[in-house]
Every structure is written in structure tokens, then in C-alpha cells.
């Protein structure tokens, strides 16, 4: 995935204030970790920092004058999701799967302030070039609108399958290619949602410019208390994309570090607040299957069955390496036994990994343009 490499406001020194001693037992962190004081457990959040580990909460994230300052390895135009994403140093989860763990598992990037990310908003709102409606601020929407193949820029026609929505003047560049820029701003990369001082500010920022640019947190859930969830809804957050990980806890566990059955809360807890919500689980042969896919798509379906639901495939990094990636059999089997739950909308990502040939593609095609 490309990155950015603009300069950002405040570049992390060596001479940045660690706010735990490193002589002291991790253990003074753990009594007063927030999540503890509101009943459930601490995160898996050891994150790398000049040689050791710490908490994410005390290197990636830090207050001065009162402001929340948050690390950030990167921000810009994201694809295929046509939405602004703002890459987080530092996670609450230690995902043997993450492919964003050299930032997500190491502290690394500059410093931004709420103030910081209004700035990033404001430049971004100028060029946004599709307005969306508020319950299409998610990423699941983005693929109905453009394919970011290019085909109409490169060639001046579309493609065949072009959903055709779009003006070849509303498709612009970014550093992961060609598409619109829809007007939604997300938080991505690593995930500190128990801290969410930070979030809210931003968002407040962000409204106070826009109140049409949404805003989206790509979430793990680990940290959306009842009262995380209250804050952000108090301070105009508009949407989540929850990855809910794998369903049986003990999966779970082995695979995170920390157990789930809050977030097998969660869809019912985010929707009765009036956030718009979308969930995704990753195919991960051996460890979640067609099984555990079915199981978080029947959660979902009993909130509500039209809530989005994408089934990523698995591609090979950091702890699985040696894992292999999902079949095109595989990914199809877990599709229909989403639309078994009762899904409305079910689609299959990452579709790169397991289209080998064009027969797969007409496979894959022929259960329509809505499901990849």
C-alpha cells in the first residue's frame, strides 16, 4: 500500500517525553488502564518503542496544554474505499494477521492535535468531488460508485463493468491510484478508540468546518465502551467499520491477544445509537472459515440485515506468513452462507487474492456487480 510521504506538522524525536519510566512494572499501568476502571480488561497494546515496549496510550498518544496529540504514519486519499484515511501509529490489539504492523506494532510518524486534523479536512473538503448522503458513510458504499480501474481517464470509455455513476471529471489521483473523492474523512491503521479524547475533538473540529464531512472510525471495537460510544455520539461521529476478527472467542484470543464477547455486542450498542455501521470479517484458512463467517453474519443479520457486511480475503503477512490465502471456493461458500443468515448486502474483497483466471472471474461475476 502507498503511502504519503508529505511532511506532517510534528515529527517524532527521540527526545519525546515517555510517559511510563522504564524502570517501573507495566503492572501501575494496568491498575489505572481506563478500560479497567469501566469493567472490562486492558487491550493487547505493547507497541515498540526505541527498543522496548509500552503501553500504546503512553508512546503513541500524549497531551500538551491540555490538547491530545495522537501519532500518525500517514493521511491521504485513500482506494478503493474514496474516502480520506488517517493512518494511526499504535493499536490496542496485537493482530498476528495485521498488514499494517510495522506502524500499528511500532511507534513511528508525527505528531498531530485535533486542530492538525482540521487542517488535513479543510485541504481535503476542497477537493472532494462526490457528495454522499450520511448512511453511505462507510467503505462498502465506495464499490457501487467506482471500480478505480481508470479505464475512463486512460481510455476515455468505460469499462464494462463501470457501475457508471460517475463523470470521468469527478475521478482524480491519489497515491493509491484513480477515483472519486467522496466526502468522508476516516481514522484507520492502528485503533486507540479507549482513549477517545483525541477522536471527539477531531470530529468537533471537523464539524465546525463541515458538518456534511463525515466522519468514520475503521475500529477493532476493543475500546467502544457504553461510554467511549456516548462521547463519540455527543461530539457528532457518524460512522463505524468494526472488524470483528473471528466469532469463537477462543480464535479470537489467539489471534488478537484479547477476547471478544464484547464486540459481539457491539452492532446492536453502535446501531441503537444512530451511527451508521458496517462490519467486516477476513476469510483466514485454519483459523476463521466459512463456519465463523456464517456465525458473525446470522450476529448481524438479528440487529438489523441490511447492515453491510464485507468478507476480506486473507492475504499472507507479519505472524501468518505461512498461511495461505482463501480459494475462490472458499470465498464463495462464505458468501452464500451470508446471504443464508439473511444479509442484504454481502460482498466479497481483496478479490485480487483468490481470481486466478478469467473462468474465476465470470464466477465470481455472475453473482452480480453488488457482490464484489
Known amino acids: 500500500m502507498n503511502r504519503s510521504k508529505k511532511p506532517l506538522p510534528h515529527k517524532i524525536a527521540l527526545k519525546d517525553k515517555i510517559y511510563i519510566s522504564e524502570s517501573k512494572s507495566l503492572k501501575n499501568h494496568w491498575v489505572h488502564c481506563r478500560l479497567l476502571r469501566q469493567g472490562f480488561k486492558p487491550g493487547s497494546c505493547l507497541v515498540h518503542y526505541r527498543g522496548k515496549r509500552y503501553p500504546a496510550c503512553k508512546v503513541t498518544l500524549k497531551w500538551k496544554d491540555n490538547v491530545p496529540f495522537r501519532l500518525i504514519e500517514a493521511a491521504h486519499l485513500s482506494r478503493p474505499e474514496h474516502y480520506f484515511s488517517i493512518y494511526q501509529s499504535g493499536c490496542n490489539f496485537n493482530c498476528k494477521k495485521c498488514h499494517s504492523w510495522y ?35 462507510t467503505s462498502f458504499h465506495a464499490h457501487d460508485l467506482c471500480r478505480s480501474c481508470g479505464h475512463c481517464i486512460l481510455t476515455g470509455e468505460r469499462s464494462p463493468y463501470c457501475p457508471g455513476k460517475l463523470e470521468p471529471h469527478q475521478i482524480i489521483s491519489s497515491p493509491q491510484g484513480l477515483g472519486p473523492a467522496r466526502n468522508i474523512m476516516a481514522f484507520t491503521g492502528g485503533d486507540l478508540a479507549c482513549q477517545p479524547e483525541f477522536y471527539a475533538e477531531a470530529t468537533r473540529e471537523i ?47 489467539r489471534l488478537t491477544g484479547c477476547h471478544n464477547d464484547w464486540i459481539l455486542r457491539l452492532p446492536e450498542e453502535i446501531k441503537r445509537r444512530d451511527f451508521v455501521l458496517e462490519v467486516l470479517s477476513l476469510f483466514i484458512p485454519g483459523w476463521v472459515e466459512e463456519d465463523q463467517i456464517g456465525d458473525i ?14 468478507v476480506l480475503a486473507f492475504f499472507p503477512e507479519y505472524q501468518l506468513r505461512n498461511v495461505p490465502s482463501p480459494t475462490l471456493n472458499q470465498m464463495l461458500s462464505a458468501y452464500e452462507a451470508c446471504i443464508k443468515a439473511g444479509l442484504k448486502s454481502v460482498r466479497l474483497g481483496n478479490i485480487s487474492i483468490f481470481i486466478k483466471t478469467e473462468k474465476d472471474f465470470e464466477i465470481l461475476t455472475s453473482l452480480g456487480n453488488q457482490a464484489w
Open 297 to 310: 453474519a446470522r450476529l448481524i443479520a438479528s440487529v438489523d440485515p441490511k447492515i453491510p457486511f464485507t
Open 207 to 253: 464539524k465546525a468546518l463541515r458538518k456534511n464531512l463525515w466522519i468514520l472510525f475503521e475500529t477493532n471495537g476493543y475500546g467502544l465502551t457504553p461510554q467511549v460510544l456516548d462521547i463519540f455520539q455527543e461530539a457528532g461521529m457518524d460512522s463505524f467499520w468494526l472488524d470483528i476478527k473471528a466469532y469463537h472467542d477462543e480464535v479470537h484470543k
Open 103 to 137: 506502524f500499528s506494532q511500532y511507534a513511528m510518524g508525527n505528531w498531530y492535535s485535533p486542530k492538525d486534523i482540521a487542517v488535513l479536512a479543510k485541504e481535503y473538503a476542497d477537493r472532494v468531488t462526490v457528495m454522499e448522503p450520511r448512511n453511505r458513510a
